[in-house]
């Protein structure tokens, strides 16, 4: 399956005080975490962004076509750009990611399902996902309604559940604070 990847780096990042991608974690920013787990699978690498401070990683950065639209703003950004079916989809602040994971994501997802994503009993992974060019007029409707929510999106087209131990949670965790950076620190030591 050929797949291209795109990073959202993009967001108000107001619990975390600074761009949250570029948050040091282990001596590196959460990004090279990320696209260290990524390049196994493939280079093809794009950054929804406008800023200039991801200019050093050399990945073609793309503005979010609709400003202020959260997460969905930035997931339509990619898959309008994107040259490929079926695009992974990625947050910024995802730190603990692993290749294995995005291969796991990539081997199980079916063609049918419009939106592949990981869940637990407690949590689903809404920007840890595969997602089709198929559903860009479905995520355009519901920007211009103003319905913002990851799991509306989710709920209103053909998608697939790759369910996941509790415990796998850890590697899918978000940091938006750092409050739970220090958690993380904590946890890992």
């Given amino acids: 399956m050929k797949i291209s990847v795109f990073i959202l ?4 990042s107001t619990r975390m005080q600074s761009e949250k991608g570029l948050v040091l974690f282990q001596g590196k920013p959460f ?13 093809r690498i794009k950054l929804i962004t406008s800023s200039k401070e991801y200019d050093y990683l050399g990945y ?6 609709i400003a202020d639209k959260g997460p969905l703003g930035g997931i339509f950004t ?3 750009h994107s040259e490929t079916k079926f695009n992974l989809i990625l947050s910024c602040d995802i730190p603990l990611i ?8 990539i081997s199980k997802h079916t063609k049918e399902a419009e939106i592949t994503v990981f869940a637990s009993e ?7 996902g595969i997602y089709s060019k198929n559903i860009v007029a479905a995520i355009k409707e519901a920007i211009d309604s103003n319905e913002l929510k990851m799991m509306d999106l989710l ?5 697939q559940i790759i369910n996941i131990e509790e415990s796998e949670n850890f590697h899918l965790t978000n940091i938006n604070s750092a ?7 904590i946890n890992l030591t």
Avoid: F, V
């Fill in 9 to 12: 780096c993009g967001g108000k």
């Fill in 31 to 43: 990004i090279e975490h990320i696209i260290q787990a990524i390049l196994p699978i493939t280079d």
């Fill in 60 to 65: 073609e950065k793309i503005p979010d076509l």
């Fill in 78 to 80: 990619a898959l309008s």
């Fill in 98 to 105: 692993s290749t294995e994971l995005l291969q796991e994501l």
């Fill in 122 to 128: 407690s949590k689903t992974h809404p920007l840890i």
């Fill in 155 to 159: 709920a209103k087209l053909p998608h």
């Fill in 179 to 185: 409050d739970e950076l220090n958690d993380l620190n």
